[in-house]
């Protein structure tokens, strides 16, 4: 039996990203039988970026719903809010307290958001601490993520091997599961799509307004229509090729390179799957949205078996530790 645990930050709707590196692996995973399955929304890690309660309390229903939206079957995965497991606060702060000062500046999330966000605050920097916690608190084996989060789940396993050196097995040293998919989605500018980058595709808004984004938003060069393109390079067709099927995936690479098929038509194609593909899910996500009550009483439920598993574990670690 193994345990998949992952989590996605609550700064906004789950974007293309978060849905094709996170959240349809993880939900993948959790309907094998072999596995049990974790599967949160990280609403104290979003507090580094958002300061507003309404907003904050929103993202929350939001990314709940999305996870829903998806398949996510809470009576056989444990679903729930980080913020309702405090446990999860408190092991962070022993894990802060092993972990070398040293070793988190190198973190290259921090780097990058300290670069580009006003509110550079402490939490930011201690983040890969939090995120640590949240993973060996539940003893998980594997964790689905994106390829950006690669390192933050090398600080989780140092962590953990750092305190199991010291004190006798404390923790279980956690696996990265990574797909080919799940290596880093782009955004509309060609960028990693992040939410902070401003360049994200929310597949849960109205067919309208993935139009204009896909239109108005997506860079292409300007090679002519009629000559070849490399698909390879492109943000449209990484963006299709990791939606659709490989069929058609291959098909529009060769239409590329063929030339007489211009960005244009690759766009409509694109924004086409998007409205088809995700459809199912959209008016899914929109119910759990009106029907907000029916997310807190799902969360509280998942909140109550998360916790049983969280209170073990600190209980083993502050024996361990010395209280
Ligand atoms: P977050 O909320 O930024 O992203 C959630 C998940 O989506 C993946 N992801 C992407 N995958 C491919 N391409 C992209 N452009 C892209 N953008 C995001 C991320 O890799 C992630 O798997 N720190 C985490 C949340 C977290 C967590 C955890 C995850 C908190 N505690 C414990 C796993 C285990 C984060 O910021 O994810």
Known sequence: MARILTGIQSTGTPHLGNIIGAILPAIENSKDKNNDSFLFIADLHSLTQIKDATVLKNNTYSVAAAWLAFGLDPNES?????????????????????????????????KDKSDRLEDINAGLFVYPMLMAADILLYDANLVPVGKDQLQHLEMARDVASRINHKYKNVFIVPEPLTTKDSMLIPGTDGDKMSKSKNNTIDIFQGNADIKKIVNKQIVTDNIPLEDPKDPYISTVYKLYSVIADEDSAAQMAKKLQAGGYGWGHAKKELISIIETKFDNPREKFNYY???????????????????????????????????
């Open 289 to 323: 949205i009106s029907h907000k009550e029916e997310l807190d009483i799902i969360l509280e439920s998942g909140a109550a078996k998360a916790r049983k598993v969280a209170k073990a574990t600190l209980d083993r670690v502050r024996n361990q530790i010395g209280y």
């Open 78 to 110: 444990v679903f729930y809010r980080q913020s309702d497991v405090p446990e999860c606060t408190e092991l962070a702060w022993y894990l802060n307290c092993f972990f070398p000062f040293q070793r988190l500046k190198l973190a290259h999330s921090f």
